[in-house]
């Protein structure tokens, strides 16, 4: 079946401009996760979609971040005049936790450059 | 609070010998453990788990993992190492508090198999 995409693949973007960022999961999936990862290093936890829960947002490091998830499904991580130390890789997944199936499955992921 | 550790930023392996990419965990409670593998710009694979049962856990790609409760580990292991194992590998752990279902990772380990 088809897994997480994430589009778009790269964005180049000059200081100060707002970047959107789309993640569709999984289909069924109710659990969907934003991580960035800068410079093949490890993964920054961001925010966190869990059915009609309220999201974890423990992560996201300014309120220059916001996210959302619409009709359960297709989520937007949006970054406000952005700054180069926000150029990283950004990483969507999404998981189901039915029947204690707990593991993640990633996103290419959208490789953000802010210039 | 759960965390994982990975003491090892790199390791080198000749092709054809056993790898370990060692991983330790601090829960509370009974621990979900997990392994994943990132290959040059590409997101995470889920490579294996441990929730419960043998200790000793099959995986993806000849991968294996031995949960020690004694030692609070999660080593991942392979028989015989192919060059093209070469990649980052992240050991991760569930955080199900406060009703969540985040994983938390390590800083990942390098794997180089060299020819």
């Known amino acids: 079946g088809a897994g997480v995409s994430q589009s778009p693949s790269n964005k180049v973007t000059e200081k100060g401009k707002d970047v959107e960022l789309r993640c569709d999961p999984i289909?069924?999936?109710?659990?969907l996760y934003w991580y960035r990862q800068s410079l093949g290093q490890g993964l920054e936890f961001l925010i966190y979609?869990?059915?009609?829960?309220?999201?974890?947002k423990s992560g996201l490091p300014s309120d220059r971040f916001s996210a959302e998830r619409t009709g359960g499904s297709v989520s937007t991580l949006t970054i406000q005049r952005t700054q180069q130390e926000d150029s990283a890789v950004y990483l969507c997944?999404?998981?189901?936790?039915?029947?204690?199936?707990?593991?993640?499955?990633f996103g290419p992921g959208t490789r953000l450059t802010v210039t | 609070a759960q965390s994982v550790a990975q003491p090892e930023d790199q390791v080198n392996v000749a092709e054809g010998n056993p790898l370990t990419v060692k991983c330790t965990y601090s829960?509370?409670?009974?621990?979900?453990l997990f392994w994943y593998v990132q290959y040059p710009n590409r997101g995470l694979q889920f490579l294996l788990k441990?929730?419960?049962?043998?200790?000793l856990v099959k995986g993806s790609y000849g991968f294996e993992a031995e949960f020690n409760k004694s030692q609070t580990s999660f080593h991942l292991k392979k028989p015989s190492a192919l060059v093209s194992d070469s990649a980052l590998y992240f050991c991760?752990?569930?955080?199900?508090?406060?009703?969540?279902?985040?994983?938390?990772f390590g800083a990942g380990t390098r794997l180089a198999v060299h020819p």
């Open positions: 997944a999404s998981s189901s936790i039915a029947g204690g199936r707990y593991e993640q499955y």
């Open positions: 991760a752990v569930r955080d199900g508090s406060g009703g969540y279902n985040k994983l938390i």
């Open positions: 979609f869990q059915g009609n829960s309220a999201p974890d």
């Open positions: 441990y929730i419960t049962g043998d200790n």
């Open positions: 829960v509370s409670g009974n621990p979900y």
């Open positions: 289909s069924g999936h109710t659990a």
